[in-house]
């Protein structure tokens, strides 16, 4: 199967339908870097304390509300960008956190990109900050179309489904919203991100 971006209407659900059915879709950068997304979390707006659109659109967040199958890109921390999939419908904040891949392509700029604190595969993509600066993304890629391949970023299908039966926990490094069990990820693989 020809790796082929995600359609509109796959995003178009809701953020707890759109997690476990990312995994094993593959992220692709602007430079040719891509991983195979393991672990992801879920986002709701009004009914979700741990979500940035909780208490309402912002300017940091408006991309979280809508239209679907774009990208969602903050800064956190101070230190760290963080990269979600913006899904449900326009005008609604729901989004899906991508915390770790599993690097396919792009390696050695991974390595450059990541530093020294990268000394095995394993080290480049496990967790949502490392995955940005793996693959070079920051806020210029906040509200880029993921369907159309806007800004070269894209999120592809090359046939490997998701899995029949993902790991279900709950949400990491909330202090809010950190008992809703909305992290799916992919058994048995070493690139997640650690608690």
């Known amino acids: 199967m020809s790796p082929k971006p995600l359609d509109r209407?796959?995003?178009?659900?809701?953020?707890?339908e759109v997690a476990p059915d990312l995994l094993n879709k593959v992220l692709v950068a602007p430079?040719?870097?891509?991983g195979r997304i393991v672990e992801v979390e879920a986002y709701r707006g009004a009914d979700d304390p741990g979500s940035h659109g909780f208490r309402g659109k912002t300017r940091r967040n408006a991309?979280?509300?809508g239209p679907p199958g774009h990208l969602y890109v903050y800064f956190t921390y101070g230190m760290h960008w963080c990269a979600n999939?913006?899904?449900e419908t326009d005008g609604v904040a729901a989004a899906v956190l991508l915390r770790a891949l599993t690097p396919l392509d792009g390696l050695d700029a991974m390595y450059a990109a990541r530093g020294p604190a990268a000394r095995r595969d394993r080290d480049l993509c496990?967790?949502?900050?490392?995955?940005?600066q793996a693959l070079g993304i920051d806020g210029a890629l906040d509200g880029a179309n993921l369907v159309t391949a806007d800004r070269d970023v894209t999120i592809v299908d090359d046939g490997r489904p998701p899995p029949q039966e993902p790991v279900v926990t709950t949400?990491?490094?909330?202090?809010?919203g950190?008992?809703?069990p909305w992290r799916?990820?992919?058994s048995e693989v070493p690139d997640l991100s650690r608690p």
């Open 9 to 16: 209407a796959f995003y178009a659900r809701g953020a707890l």
């Open 31 to 34: 430079d040719g870097r891509a």
């Open 63 to 65: 991309t979280m509300f």
């Open 85 to 87: 999939v913006v899904a």
């Open 126 to 132: 496990s967790g949502p900050a490392k995955l940005t």
């Open 171 to 176: 949400r990491i490094g909330l202090t809010s």
């Open 178 to 180: 950190s008992d809703l």
């Open 184 to 186: 799916f990820h992919v």
